[in-house]
């Protein structure tokens, strides 16, 4: 069955400090990984999505993930995490049977000045 | 600019009572999801809906019904409101590509229902 492990509920950094947010799935079938973001009050927005090709995958707002089906994982990046980055992230893989998404628990990224 | 809409921002009920929760696209997606979001907990699927008039139960369905008649609107129903219910409900659409629900999904800014 698929899962989602995200590692770290809660991650603080510096401002400038390097952004890196673990997560690590379990499907059975070629996984479609995403991250969301979800800024307070607000529902979640889209970040950066992996279906196929590229394992490095370009978002918005700066951040990247790469793709490691060996690591099983896809985890998170930016170089330098700007204040305005603080919120909760979300990874999810696709379902087995391609209808829906399963969600990690969320991790919550603090960023300090 | 792509949107979806959920009736109300905060909501607040009294055990039992029947509780709607409205949802609404306007991108033409064929599904719409519902889940609830519980600290630490991430978030979990309710139901979903495929096509209109078509539904599946996704990981936590009890004690919740859903309505598709429209495409374009997907409710959520709590036949009677019970406390364990008081969560964050956020609502979701996606595209159908290559016969999967799987791409990505755009979801609602989601209604804070307490139930007292």
């Known amino acids: 069955a698929q899962s989602v492990t995200q590692l770290g509920s809660h991650v603080s950094v510096s401002e400038g400090a390097l952004v890196l947010l673990r997560c690590n799935y379990s499907?059975?079938?070629?996984?479609?990984l995403f991250w969301y973001v979800q800024y307070p009050n607000q529902g979640l927005q889209l970040l950066l999505k992996y279906t196929t090709g590229a394992t490095l995958v370009k978002g918005i707002n700066g951040f990247e993930a790469e793709f490691k089906k060996s690591e099983t994982s896809f985890h998170l990046t930016k170089p330098s995490a700007h204040m305005s980055d603080a919120a909760e992230y979300f990874c999810?893989?696709?379902?087995?049977?391609?209808?829906?998404?399963?969600f990690g628990k969320g991790t919550t990224l603090s960023v300090s000045s | 600019d792509v949107k979806v809409t959920q009736s109300s921002r905060y909501l607040v009920k009294r055990t039992g009572e029947k509780v709607f929760l409205e949802c609404v696209q306007d991108?033409?997606?064929?599904?719409m999801f519902w889940y609830r979001q519980d600290p630490g907990l991430g978030l979990r699927l309710i139901y979903f809906s495929y096509d209109v008039k078509m539904k599946e139960k996704g990981d936590i369905p009890e004690g919740y019904s859903v309505s598709r008649e429209k495409k374009e609107r997907f409710s959520l129903i709590l036949e009677s409101a019970s406390t364990n219910q008081t969560s964050m409900y956020l609502c979701?659409?996606?595209?159908?590509?290559?016969?999967?629900?799987?791409?990505?999904?755009?979801f609602g800014p989601g209604t804070r229902l307490t139930v007292l």
């Open positions: 499907s059975s079938v070629p996984p479609y």
């Open positions: 999810a893989v696709s379902n087995q049977a391609g209808t829906a998404l399963i």
């Open positions: 979701a659409s996606s595209a159908t590509l290559g016969g999967r629900a799987w791409d990505e999904q755009f």
């Open positions: 991108m033409d997606h064929e599904n």
